[in-house]
């Protein structure tokens, strides 16, 4: 019975399976839950304890809430085909079914502790009583020695009627509760009370706190989602599932706003807070309220009956509890409609057990949570999907991506103030829970991933087009390297992670020689999987690719005028070499140079060695009188490179030769750069040496620096066209040397 999750579908196809129902159903199990046990028994305690403008902040921030949720499922809904299962199968195809079981299980949970809660609290429509059993059998009345005969009453109903049964009497259900709510509007202010004196705020001296009524009150807010449980058994859910809900959730908010006014202006508030069914006080018959109550909790039991079992068929269906058995149990139903038999005995079984705990208020905040996490990740998935952009999210209904986002913090936001320890307890389950199935690999892979990955996909789109929009004033590298020689060394993509690590980006090509056919094709192809798993291994901000070309000038020709893939224009070359490497190397880095200067980048050529950078601790820049344009960018490479962790422990230490007569004007200049905070260097670590045609600066060079990681050398164009290749020869008593060639003069703020 497992459901594919292939692309959503243009049309809604009819329900396979089930009994066919209309919207009607799903408007009725969403309101006879919302008109529930809450509003019967705590909105009169509601308003006595916080006022009448308390009482209408509850309901705002409990529809704050519920309508964010509704208009997610709405949405959802309306983008795949929806089977049996309700909002888990909402989730599980949105989430994937790792994440979705976790989530179902707990809303399993939740919906089969509920049953338990409407029962208990359907006992306390009969607490008129109690005087009679005292006077007439002479021990106190316990709402147990009606909850528990009417649980087990009406899971017979269930188990030998089917969800037919449960559906018809919503009926007539509705109609009792319809009537309560016409004659308790239709009645007057208790006798002697005077309306002009409402309790706009709190008004009682040891009246509770808000947020312990919002707690108490907020199950009131959760029945929206109750008909989405019976997805499995309608005609057309696509239609029927936004239109239920979202009728039921306008309907309830208007019922509760004139409820709590009603209460307001005609009951003090210590009656209020004092009788728990204050409304059968006011009520123009008061015997209709314990009625309605009765009716309201029975309705709500008889939804939460039906769409639990229906839950725990579609998790059994999915493979997600990790022992087959179990699953094919739980996923077993009977005739063509599929009844879940197995999946509500398991469901009666619980909801028996939590009924003899006889404990509304233990049960109901047991309740809110699972029911609040569910909210939540609803509002999560709406809110990821809508900045996804994925092609196969095609829903024909559509919300607001900040009302859903709004839903979600909501909802963690009031878990935490609600009850802490419930709030972390619940995310606690959950995630073991998902951690569990994920283990077992009951659930199918995560769409989670995919949904991510058109957010980071949909947020790096913009910020390129932003950054190349708005170019920033600060200069930093982007580094493009270009090297048929990838996997038998490593320092020249070494060198580009560090670059790129923290103030720079690296795009890193290898070069696939040949022309473009499907043979070079997919040998580009093998490349650049092993160079994604090689760059995911490392810490650097590299992006790695291939590019077939027939030779490496015509591909260095072809990566030049890429545009960078950080949003920002590559500015910067680095080619490399190997002291073993052929000279025919050192003759493409010169052809390599050539173009990058017709491009107008800077150059870098690496020549690294066996060392491979010793143990990252002493960088050495040498500057001379031909480094006026070079020097700034070859200090601040420098600093760039101490920002990595693995030159966390490293030193720059600024060697710098000039002619002797001019060595004292040097000296100023860079002592006034280091005082004003330009020179990214200590002054103790500045060395200027005066030179003339005498001196082998060449021999200077190996003698200071011959144990340096890595030496930083400036070089030109012009010096290139007159030395050749063989400059990057020289210096051989030194290890690994960078060669910085700037295209202009790079300013130090």
């Known amino acids: 019975m497992n459901r594919p999750r292939g692309a959503s579908e243009g049309t809604a196809p009819p329900s396979v399976g089930g009994y066919g129902f209309g919207t009607g159903p799903v408007f009725l199990a969403s309101i006879s839950t919302i008109l529930g046990a809450i509003m019967f028994l705590r909105f009169g305690y509601a308003v006595g304890s916080v006022g ?204 509760y706003v004139a409820l709590v006014t009603k209460l307001a202006f005609s009951a003090p508030a210590e009656a209020l807070v004092g009788n728990q069914l204050i409304m059968g006080e006011i009520a123009l018959w008061g015997p209709i309220i314990p009625i309605g109550l009765a009716a309201a909790t029975l309705s709500s039991a008889i939804g939460s009956i039906v769409v639990a079992p229906r839950t725990l068929q579609a998790l059994g269906g999915d493979d997600v509890v990790p022992m087959a058995g179990v699953n094919r149990f739980l996923a077993a139903g009977e005739g063509e409609t599929n009844e879940p038999r197995n999946a509500t005995l398991v469901t009666s079984l619980i909801a028996l057990a939590f009924v003899m705990v006889g404990s509304v208020d233990l049960v109901a905040r ?209 080619f490399e070499t190997s002291v073993h490497d052929d000279p025919s190397v050192l003759e493409e880095i010169r052809d390599g140079c050539r173009l990058a200067l017709v491009a107008q980048m800077n150059r870098l050529v690496l020549r690294h060695t066996d060392h491979f950078f010793g143990n990252r601790r002493d960088i050495h820049v040498w500057l001379t009188w031909h480094d006026y344009r070079n020097a700034n960018l070859m200090i601040l490479l420098a600093y760039i490179l101490l920002g990595h962790p693995d030159w966390k422990d490293g030193e720059i230490t600024l060697y710098a030769a000039y002619p002797k007569p001019e060595v004292r004007e040097r000296t100023a200049e860079l002592q006034a750069m280091i005082s004003e905070g330009r020179l990214l260097i200590s002054e103790k670590n500045v060395r200027v040496f005066g030179t003339d045609d005498r001196t082998d600066f060449s021999r200077l060079m190996e003698v200071k620096s011959a144990h340096a990681d890595l030496v930083i050398r400036g070089f030109t164009e012009t010096k290139l066209e007159q030395k050749g290749p063989e400059l990057f020869e020289r210096h051989q008593g030194l290890r690994d040397i960078l060669w910085v060639s700037a295209e202009e003069r790079i300013f130090i703020e």
Not at 111 to 133: C, D, K, R
Not at 137 to 150: E, I, K
Not at 372 to 387: D, Q, R
Not at 530 to 549: K, N
Request: hydrophobic share 50%; proline share 4%; aromatic share 10%.
């Open 366 to 574: 047991i309740v809110s949570m699972f029911f609040m996490v569910t909210y939540g990740a609803l509002c999560a998935i709406s809110f990821l999907e809508h900045f996804a952009a994925r092609p196969s999210y095609r829903p024909s209904f559509r919300s607001k991506w900040w009302l859903s986002l709004f839903g979600a913090v909501a909802s963690l936001l009031l878990m935490l103030q609600m009850d802490l320890v419930f709030a972390v307890f619940a995310i606690l389950v959950m995630l073991g829970l998902y951690l569990v199935i994920r283990k077992a690999g009951g659930g199918e892979g995560d769409d989670l991933q995919a949904i991510f990955h058109g957010v980071l996909t949909q947020a790096t789109r913009w910020s390129q087009v932003r950054l190349q929009k708005t170019r920033g004033t600060d200069w930093r590298p982007s580094v493009i390297l270009i090297t048929p020689r990838t996997f038998d060394r490593h320092a020249p993509m070494q060198l580009l992670e560090w670059l790129g690590y923290r103030y720079g980006f690296g795009t890193y090509l290898h070069h696939v020689k040949g022309m473009l056919d499907p043979e070079t094709v997919e040998e580009s192809r093998e490349t650049q999987e092993r160079l994604v798993t090689l760059a995911a291994q490392r810490r650097g901000a590299v992006f790695v690719d291939t590019m077939v070309s027939p030779s490496m000038r015509s591909a260095l020709a072809q990566s030049l005028q890429m545009p960078g893939i950080s949003g920002m224009d590559n500015n910067t070359v680095l």
């Open 52 to 255: 009448l403008l308390g009482a209408l902040l509850v309901i705002l921030l409990g529809h704050a809430v519920t309508v964010p949720t509704a208009l997610a499922i709405a949405e959802i809904a309306t983008n795949r085909r929806v089977e049996g299962g309700g909002e888990y199968f909402i989730i599980s195809r949105s989430f994937g079914t790792s994440i979705g079981g976790a989530i179902g299980i707990s809303l399993y949970v939740s919906q089969a502790i509920s049953v338990a809660f409407y029962m208990i609290a359907f006992a306390e429509a009969f607490s008129p009583l109690t005087p009679w059993f005292q006077e007439t059998l002479g021990f106190a009345f316990d709402t147990r020695f009606v909850s528990v005969p009417a649980a087990v009453g009406l899971v017979a109903l269930v188990l030998t009627r089917g969800a037919d049964l449960g559906v018809k009497a919503l009926y007539g259900v509705a109609a009792i509760l319809a009537l309560s709510l016409v004659l308790f509007f239709a009645g007057g202010a208790i006798e002697g009370y005077d309306a002009s004196r409402i309790p706009l705020m709190a008004s009682l001296p040891d009246a509770d706190p808000f947020i312990l009524v919002f707690a108490i009150c907020f199950p009131g807010f959760t029945g929206m989602t109750a008909g989405v449980g019976l997805s499995g058994d309608l005609a057309n859910p696509r239609k029927s599932i936004p239109l239920g809900i979202m009728s039921a959730t306008l309907v309830g908010m208007l019922a």
